[in-house]
């Protein structure tokens, strides 16, 4: 239900634009976001973003990475600006559905691989 797009390989200081495109309305989830896993290590949180607005960002993208969406095209975006190497990781767009009181419904894309040269 989700696909990712956008990574590729960036030097350091570069720019990218990742998009998460939905296969039905992006409003029927209750948060979207994206979180990441480099090698090595656990998959962490990088932004997520709720039906109304409300954004929480990793403190280490914070100011540099941007959350935003387009629901005419059913997509979440992360712009992501001032790359460093250490933002190296496989990219997966998040879902989550909430279906009824302590239940949801949680939905991953494939992964996007984000590579920053140094």
């Known amino acids: 239900q989700l696909v990712e797009s956008g990574g590729g390989l960036v030097q350091a200081g570069g720019s990218l634009r990742l998009s998460c495109a939905a296969s039905?309305?992006?409003?029927?989830?209750?948060?979207m976001g994206w979180y990441r896993q480099a090698p090595g290590k656990q998959r962490e949180l990088v932004v997520d973003m709720s039906t109304s607005g409300r954004i929480n960002y990793a403190d280490s993208v914070q100011g540099r990475f941007t959350i935003f969406r387009d629901i005419a095209k059913n997509t979440v975006y992360l712009q992501m600006n001032r790359l460093k190497p250490e933002d190296t990781a496989v990219y997966y767009c998040?879902?989550?559905?909430?279906?009824?009181?302590?239940?949801?419904?949680?939905?991953w894309g494939q992964g996007t691989l984000v590579t920053v040269s140094s």
């Open positions: 039905r309305n992006i409003y029927s989830f209750s948060v």
């Open positions: 998040n879902a989550i559905e909430v279906t009824g009181p302590l239940r949801k419904s949680e939905f």
